[in-house]
């Protein structure tokens, strides 16, 4: 009887004894990984920006994204006036340690959306657009896009070239979407159709996008051609949400004021 209560005892001091050597290596593995864990999302989220921005060639290392990326200027932009401000303005030292998406959880930092469109409830204060320049002219401006889809927040970034106007390239890097439906915003095939794509009308309100996906496809001699994008087949509602994400970002709630400040030549 006394022999069993031992065993009992025993097996139980060694599954504590276990449990507790574990629980403090899976700790310390968490805590000492953390940083490599940072540092693979900021590259991984430079890494594509630069795709977007369709500077960035395929199977490029760790190196390659870093010095592109150097080659950008980041700047936060507010929304809706297109004032640079400093890293101050969101409560940071160093412009790199503002997490922007917690921001859109912070009521200092973001406002509630009554008028919609992107489906993303709250809108941030201040947003970061990445600039690259070629001696005074500036090459291309990266801005951060996401909004719901059918059944998600999709990611991206979008890239014009430097008149502020022509679209650069288009990148989701995020994004829950039907692989085959609404997951088709990935194919390379459907990426392709948005260079040289405008989105406001050169000679007029440079407030108000333009972008329109035509479910069914966009016909060669169609109106507007330079705003239109063929749709996704089977997902109409994400095809919707591209394009509501598209015209909020790069409208006068968000980023149009700053890319005005672009064409004008004071950014
Ligand atoms: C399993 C399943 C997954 C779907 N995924 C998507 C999706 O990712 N995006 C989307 O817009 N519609 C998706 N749909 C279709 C929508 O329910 C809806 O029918 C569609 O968006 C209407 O667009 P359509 O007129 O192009 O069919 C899905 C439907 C089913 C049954």
């Known amino acids: 009887m006394s022999q069993s209560n031992e065993t009992i005892r025993k097996t139980l001091i060694v599954a504590i004894l276990l449990s507790l050597v574990f629980s403090i ?156 439906l609404g997951g088709e915003i990935d194919n390379p095939r459907w990426i392709a159709q948005w260079p040289g794509k405008k989105i406001y009308d050169e000679d007029g309100n440079f407030q108000e996008p333009k972008i329109r996906l035509i479910q069914g496809g966009v016909s060669s001699d169609a109106d507007d051609i330079e705003h239109k994008v063929d749709g996704l087949s089977g997902a109409t509602l994400t095809a919707r949400g591209v394009e509501r994400t598209i015209n909020f970002w790069l409208g006068e709630r968000a980023f149009a004021p700053f890319l005005e400040k672009v064409r004008a030549g004071e950014i």
């Open 25 to 180: 290596v899976v700790s310390t593995a968490a805590v000492s990984l953390r940083p490599a864990q940072e540092r693979n999302e900021a590259l991984n989220l430079r890494s594509n920006m630069l795709a977007a921005a369709g500077l960035l060639s395929p199977g490029a290392g760790e190196e390659e994204i870093q010095s592109l990326f150097d080659q950008f200027e980041v700047m936060l932009v507010e929304m809706g006036t297109g004032q640079i401000v400093g890293p101050e303005a969101v409560g940071v030292e160093n412009l790199e340690d503002y997490d922007q998406n917690r921001a859109r959880r912070n009521p200092d930092l973001s406002r509630a959306l009554d008028n919609d469109p992107a489906g993303i409830n709250r809108l941030v204060n201040y947003a970061r657009a990445y600039v690259l320049r070629d001696g005074d002219s500036i090459e291309r401006v990266v801005v951060p896009v996401y909004g719901y889809g059918l059944w998600s927040t999709m990611y991206g970034f979008l890239a014009l070239e430097g008149d502020a106007n022509t679209v650069a390239g288009l990148g989701f890097y995020e994004h829950a979407e039907t692989p085959g």
